[in-house]
C-alpha cells in the first residue's frame, strides 16, 4: 500500500516538473500590463501609451462625462439619498475604467509592448 503511494506520488510529481519546464519555456516577455493599470487608473492613459490618440481622447472624454454628468444629475435626482445616487456614478466609473484597462492591455499585447532602456541609459524607450 504504502509502495503504491509512493510510486503514484513520484510519477504525479515527474509529470508536474515535465509540465512546468514546457510552460515556462512558452512565455515570453511582455509588458501589456503597464498600459492595462495606467488605463485602469486613469482611463484613456494606456490608450494613450499604445499610441491611439483618438481613442485616448474617448475613453478620458466618457470618464469625464460619468463623473461629472453623473454627479450633477444624480444631485438633482436623489436630492433626499444624496449617496445612493452616487452609488450609481462610482459603478459606472469603475465599469469604465476595468473596460478600458482591459481594452488597453489586449491591444498592447497584440502589438507586443515592452517597456526598456536605451543604450546611453538616460532616456526610456518602448516599442510595439
Known amino acids: 500500500m504504502k509502495r503504491g503511494f509512493v510510486v503514484v506520488a513520484l510519477l504525479i510529481g515527474l ?3 515535465m509540465a512546468a519546464g514546457s510552460f515556462a519555456q512558452a512565455a515570453p516577455k511582455s509588458d501589456a500590463w503597464i498600459p492595462g493599470l495606467a488605463s485602469f487608473i486613469i482611463p484613456g492613459l494606456g490608450q ?16 469625464v462625462a460619468i463623473s461629472v454628468g453623473g454627479s450633477l444629475i444624480s444631485s438633482a435626482l436623489f436630492y433626499n439619498g444624496f ?14 475604467s476595468a473596460y478600458s484597462g482591459i481594452d488597453a ?11 526598456g532602456m536605451t543604450q546611453d541609459g538616460l532616456t526610456l524607450s518602448y516599442n510595439f
Open 15 to 17: 509529470l508536474a516538473v
Open 48 to 63: 494613450l501609451l499604445n499610441d491611439q490618440m483618438d481613442k485616448a481622447i474617448i475613453h478620458f472624454g466618457v470618464a
Open 83 to 96: 449617496w445612493y445616487g452616487y452609488s450609481f456614478v462610482a459603478a459606472a466609473y469603475l465599469i469604465w
Open 105 to 115: 492591455y489586449n491591444v498592447a499585447k497584440e502589438q507586443g509592448f515592452s517597456l
